[in-house]
C-alpha cells in the first residue's frame, strides 16, 4: 500500500549519489557484482554493500548468487521505468554527464560473442538463443528457475532433441552469463541444444579455448530457426 513514507524513503535512497550511481550502471539490465558498481559509483566496496543492503531492502534491488559470487540486478521493469523518468527529469535543459563503463567478462571478443560454459552455450549466442526462445514462448526462464513449455516441447523435439531428463540434474535451468550478465539456459536442455549445434556444424569450437565460432550453416540455421 501506498504511504508518503515509503515515497520519501524511496526518494532518498535514490537521491544519494552513490546509491543513484549504482543504479544507473544497473539499467542496461545487467548484474553486477558489490565491487563492480563499487567502481562505477567511485566508492569503496565497503560503502557499496552498506548501500547494496539498503537498496535490496527497500525492494529496488535484487541479488542473485551463483556459486560464491553475488550480483546485484534491479528488482523489476517498474523500477527502471521509475529511474527512466527520474533521469529524463533530472537532464531537461541540462547536459547529461557521461557514466562511467563497466566492462565485465574476457576480454577476448571471441569469448564473448560465443563460447561453452561446461556443456552449454553462453556469452551473446547463448543469451540471445535463451531470449528467442523465451520470446517464442519455448521456455520459461527466471532468476527462480527455467522451465519448457507444452509448445516448447513440441519445438524442440521437432529440432532434435531428446526430453527425456537426466538422472540428478534439473532439465531447464538458468544460468547467469559471465559475461552479458544476463540468462542463459543451462541444465540438460543446455548441454543438448549446443550438442545439437555442434551436430548440425552450425557452431565448432576453437582448439585452444571454450570460443566457438559460427559457421555458415550456423547463420542461416539460427536465423531460419531461432529468428536470431
Known amino acids: 500500500m501506498f504511504t508518503t513514507a515509503a515515497l520519501a524513503e524511496t526518494a532518498a535512497l535514490v537521491g544519494d549519489p552513490g546509491r543513484a550511481a549504482m543504479l544507473m550502471a544497473l539499467m542496461d539490465g545487467r548484474a553486477l557484482t558489490a565491487s563492480e558498481l563499487a567502481r562505477a559509483a567511485g566508492i569503496t566496496p565497503q560503502t557499496a554493500s552498506g548501500h547494496l543492503a539498503r537498496l535490496t531492502a527497500a525492494g529496488l534491488l535484487a541479488r542473485h548468487c551463483q556459486g560464491r559470487h553475488h550480483y546485484h540486478r534491479l528488482s523489476s521493469p517498474v523500477v527502471a521505468h521509475m529511474l527512466e523518468t527520474i533521469m529524463e527529469a533530472s537532464l531537461t535543459g541540462q547536459e547529461q554527464r557521461p557514466r562511467r563503463a ?5 576480454r577476448d571478443k571471441a569469448m564473448r560473442a560465443a563460447r ?6 553462453a556469452g551473446q549466442l547463448g543469451v540471445r538463443l535463451a ?5 517464442r514462448g519455448y521456455v520459461e526462464l527466471s532468476d527462480e528457475g527455467g522451465a519448457v513449455t507444452e509448445p516448447g516441447m513440441e519445438f524442440f ?8 531428463p537426466a538422472p540428478a540434474r534439473l532439465y531447464c535451468r538458468p544460468c547467469l552469463d559471465w559475461s552479458e550478465r544476463r540468462l542463459h539456459i543451462g541444465g540438460t536442455l543446455g548441454a543438448r ?21 559460427v559457421t555458415p550453416a550456423g547463420e542461416r540455421g539460427f536465423r531460419e530457426t531461432f529468428g536470431m
Request: hydrophobic share 45%; glycine share 4%.
Open 116 to 121: 561453452t560454459c561446461y556443456d552449454h552455450l
Open 193 to 213: 541444444l549446443a550438442a545439437r549445434c555442434f551436430a548440425l556444424n552450425w557452431i565448432r569450437r576453437d582448439r585452444e579455448s571454450r570460443a566457438v565460432a
Open 157 to 164: 523435439r521437432s529440432f532434435g532433441l531428446d526430453l527425456v
Open 102 to 106: 563497466v566492462v565485465t567478462g574476457p
Open 131 to 135: 531470449d528467442a526462445l523465451c520470446e
